[in-house]
Structures are given as structure tokens and as C-alpha cells.
């Protein structure tokens, strides 16, 4: 599982043996745990994280997007 950023409780990450989906990023704090796809930065699972937090990761993903493509790309090929 390799770590891509850490931004204050937030760490997120990708699992190294999904390379068949398109990119996307999972982000966990805690016991919760939420997945977001990359190219159009949209929530696709959400296990405990309420909404105003979820807004917040969306902010950082979108901030952060074009390093978390090239960061997939780089590690998956992409």
C-alpha cells in the first residue's frame, strides 16, 4: 500500500494490486476509509466519514490531482 500523501489526519493511498481500475485514490483516517476516482474527482465508496469531511478530501484531492495522476502513472504505468 503505498503511501502518496499525508495531509493532517489523512493518509492517502492506493493498493498495489489494482491496476486494472481506473485511477483513483483512497484516503483513510482511523476506521474510516473513503475511495475517489482521479479523473473526475468523484466519491466511489465511503465506509464512516461524514460529509463535511468528505467535502474536505475532495479538496485535497483536487488540489493534488494532477500529483496523484502522475503518481499512478508512474507506479502503474498508466
Do not use: Q
Not at 499525508?6 to 492517502?12: L, S
Not at 465506509?47 to 502513472?73: D, K, Q, S, Y
Request: one cysteine or more.
Amino acid at each position: 500500500m503505498p503511501t502518496i500523501l499525508r495531509e493532517g489526519p489523512y493518509r492517502f493511498f492506493w493498493y498495489s494490486h489494482e491496476p486494472g481500475e481506473p485511477p483513483h485514490v483512497h484516503v483513510d483516517r482511523d476506521a474510516c476509509s473513503a475511495k475517489f476516482w482521479l479523473h473526475s474527482v468523484e466519491l466511489a465508496r465511503n465506509l464512516g466519514f461524514p460529509a463535511h469531511e468528505l467535502r474536505r478530501i475532495r479538496v485535497i484531492i483536487e488540489t493534488n490531482r494532477n500529483m496523484f495522476l502522475e503518481a499512478w502513472n508512474g507506479y502503474f504505468g498508466g
